[in-house]
């Protein structure tokens, strides 16, 4: 089974600066997505950025990127110029790319971001 | 953008009682609609996966006949808490997807439940 891990549970950020929230995951298999989500305190999930196994580049949104090292199985999250909004529970999460739209989602336990002014 | 409504967001109940919660697509078609639960500081825990047109799919240690499932559209899935207890108060929120392959879940905007 897979199993998705984040071995820190809380981080903080100075305004402005950056911040690396790290993620590992366990699989057999070859295709596969990654995720992270964003969770505020208002508990509305937002998809952050996604990866799909087969590319090797890292994918990046604005101010969020990833650094994606299939080998090793790592799926870190790096946010670049720390804003007060971004303060949240980050979950990073796996979904097999093999079953279609039934494949579920499988959530690491969660890094909270505090971002300090 | 597609968006997934949850409706109500937040409930109170009385011990004994049944709760359901509405998870609909709005601008798209779901098949497939995932339930989670989340508990204060803590994960989402995949409950069960909801299939149009059939039974649902249920997790281990998730009771079927306490969570009852129903998925009689392409844009509605409802979960009922039967005999709800203090214990199944929590955070659930529902999730769907347009499409396959690489596209991601969007999630509805949970309902607390609340059970006194």
């Known amino acids: 089974a897979q199993t998705v891990t984040q071995s820190q549970p809380e981080m903080s950020v100075q305004e402005a600066e950056t911040v690396t929230l790290s993620c590992t995951y366990d699989t057999s298999e070859s295709d596969y997505y990654l995720f992270w989500y964003k969770q505020p305190p208002s508990r509305q999930m937002i998809l952050v950025i996604r990866?799909?196994?087969?590319?090797?580049q890292n994918a990046t949104e604005n101010r969020f990127s990833v650094n994606f090292q299939k080998a090793a199985k790592s799926f870190s999250l790096k946010i670049s110029d720390s804003q007060l909004g971004d303060a949240a529970m980050y979950f990073c999460?796996?979904?097999?790319?093999?079953?279609?739209?039934?494949?579920?989602?499988?959530f690491g336990t969660g890094t909270l971001l505090a971002v300090q002014p | 953008g597609a968006v997934v409504s949850q409706h109500p967001s937040r409930v109170i109940c009385k011990s004994g009682t049944s709760v359901k919660i509405e998870c609909r697509s709005l601008?798209?078609?779901?098949?497939?609609m995932f339930w989670y639960r989340q508990f204060p500081k803590q994960s989402l825990m995949l409950m069960a996966t909801s299939n149009e047109g059939s039974k649902a799919t249920y997790e281990q240690g998730v009771e079927k006949d306490k969570f009852l499932i129903n998925h009689a559209s392409l844009t509605l899935s409802t979960l009922t808490v039967t005999s709800a207890h203090p214990e199944d108060s929590s955070f659930y929120i529902c999730s769907a997807r347009p499409g396959t392959g690489g596209s991601p879940l969007h999630f509805g905007n949970g309902t607390r439940l609340t059970v006194t």
């Open positions: 601008d798209f078609q779901a098949t497939t």
């Open positions: 999460a796996y979904r097999s790319g093999v079953g279609g739209a039934t494949n579920k989602l499988i």
């Open positions: 990866q799909e196994a087969y590319k090797q």
